[in-house]
């Protein structure tokens, strides 16, 4: 499985980014596709996970500002964030998880300042 996160970057408060990962190597269908976020000196948390059947589950502190979707055509997964926030700043990983093996990506930097 190879995963390849894009569309990190710097955004202003109350901006929007939409962070994308394509994966590769197996069958898309039948991971649940999730997005962790690590920030310097703490941490890495999950922030959303969508499964096959496309049910989804967000930590509270992004719930009302990110959604979490995936295309099983283009075998991608993708985390729409909005009315971002300075603490929302760190690097995101695009996770596949198929019972008990998770793959990872590289990360993507998201960086929410004036």
């Known amino acids: 499985v190879q995963l390849v996160e894009s569309g990190g970057g710097l955004v202003q408060p109350g901006g929007s980014l939409r962070l994308s990962c394509a994966f590769s190597g197996t069958i898309f269908e039948i991971f649940v596709m999730g997005w962790y976020r690590q920030a310097p000196g703490k941490q890495r948390l999950l922030v959303a996970s969508i499964t096959s059947d496309d049910s989804t589950n967000y930590a509270d502190s992004v719930k009302g500002r990110f959604t979490i979707s995936r295309d099983n055509i283009e075998n991608t997964v993708y985390l729409q964030m909005d009315s971002l926030k300075p603490e929302d700043t760190a690097v995101y990983y695009c996770?596949?998880?198929?019972?008990?093996?998770?793959?990872w990506g590289q990360g993507t930097q998201v960086t929410v300042s004036s």
């Open positions: 996770t596949a998880r198929l019972r008990q093996e998770t793959y």
